[in-house]
C-alpha cells in the first residue's frame, strides 16, 4: 500500500491546518491508521491514531485537545485536523497504516505502511 499524505502548508500561528492521508491507487484502507510527524533534528513522534471503525482513538499528551483524528472508510481517507498551531508543530507529517488489528499505537514499529509525508510550517 503506498499512502500520499497531502493537505500540509503553511499557516500563521494560532491557524488551522487538516492534513489528509489516502492510499495513492485508490486501495481501501483496512486497518487502524495513525499520524506521526519528525520536526528538524528530532525523533518521529507519535501524534494521534483511530481504530479502523474510527470508534477508538488515541492521542499523544503533546496535542491533546488541539489535535483531531478522523478517517472516512468510504472515502479511504483518514484526516488529522490541527488547530491552534504554534511555532513548534512545524515539522514533516507522515500517515501510516497498520497492517492487521490489534496490537500497538504509539510506535513507529506498530506500522506496516507509509506515506512520503506533507510538511508544516508555522510561521510566528
Known amino acids: 500500500v503506498q499512502l500520499q499524505a497531502s493537505g500540509g502548508g503553511v499557516v500563521q500561528a494560532g491557524g488551522s491546518l487538516r492534513p489528509s492521508c489516502a492510499a495513492s491507487?485508490?486501495?481501501?484502507?483496512?486497518?487502524?491508521m495513525g499520524w506521526f510527524r519528525r520536526a528538524p533534528g528530532k525523533e518521529r513522534e507519535f501524534l494521534a491514531a483511530?481504530?479502523?471503525?474510527?470508534?477508538?482513538?488515541y492521542y499523544s499528551d503533546s496535542i491533546k485537545g488541539r489535535f483531531t483524528i478522523s478517517r472516512d472508510n468510504a472515502k479511504n481517507t483518514a484526516d488529522l485536523r490541527m488547530d491552534s498551531l504554534t511555532p513548534e508543530d512545524t515539522a514533516v507529517y507522515y500517515c501510516?497504516?497498520?497492517?492487521?488489528?490489534?496490537?500497538?499505537?504509539?510506535?513507529?514499529?506498530?506500522?506496516?505502511?507509509w506515506g512520503q509525508g506533507t510538511q508544516v510550517t508555522v510561521s510566528s
Open positions: 491507487d485508490g486501495t481501501p484502507l483496512k486497518y487502524g
Open positions: 483511530i481504530t479502523w471503525s474510527g470508534v477508538r482513538t
Open positions: 501510516a497504516e497498520k497492517s492487521h488489528y490489534g496490537g500497538g499505537w504509539m510506535s513507529p514499529d506498530d506500522y506496516m505502511y
